[in-house]
């Protein structure tokens, strides 16, 4: 978070707009608080309404429902932002079949599916933030 903001104050120093967007949705809460314009992020596939409600909290200076927000969702994102981080997209992609939004989780090579293990504690992730998974 503290390399975000470095990253923020050096893009605003620039004499023409940039548009910010961050993408981890793990860290959302704090990188709102830096007014971003937006964010871009695979949370979206499966999390879009806790996304945008995170999002409107922080813009109206809400940080008690933004903390709530956060706090709500943290099962999930923990268990999809963590090592071995080369299954983040694999992850975003099974949440969303997980919660019925896609009829498969199907990767293509040279991507492997989540072993077992993984689904499971996605799974449990989904449930323990309120999002239950019919998959």
């Not at 709530?68 to 299954?87: C, E, G, K, N, T």
Request: with cysteine; net charge neutral.
């Amino acid at each position: 978070v503290a390399q975000y903001e470095e990253e923020v104050r050096a893009v605003r120093s620039v004499g023409r707009k940039v548009y910010l967007l961050p993408a981890n949705g793990r860290t959302f809460y704090y990188a709102f608080q830096l007014q971003p314009d937006g964010a871009l992020s695979g949370s979206a596939n499966f999390a879009p309404e806790h996304d945008v409600e995170l999002f409107e909290a922080v813009t109206r200076g809400d940080f008690k429902q933004a903390r709530a927000l956060h706090d709500q969702i943290f099962p999930i994102f923990r268990r999809v932002y963590r090592d071995p981080y080369v299954y983040l997209h694999i992850r975003y992609k099974a949440c969303t079949w997980l919660l019925g939004k896609i009829s498969s989780p199907a990767v293509r090579s040279p991507l492997v599916p989540l072993p077992e293990e993984e689904l499971k504690a996605l799974r449990e992730g989904l449930g323990a933030s309120g999002l239950e998974p019919v998959g």
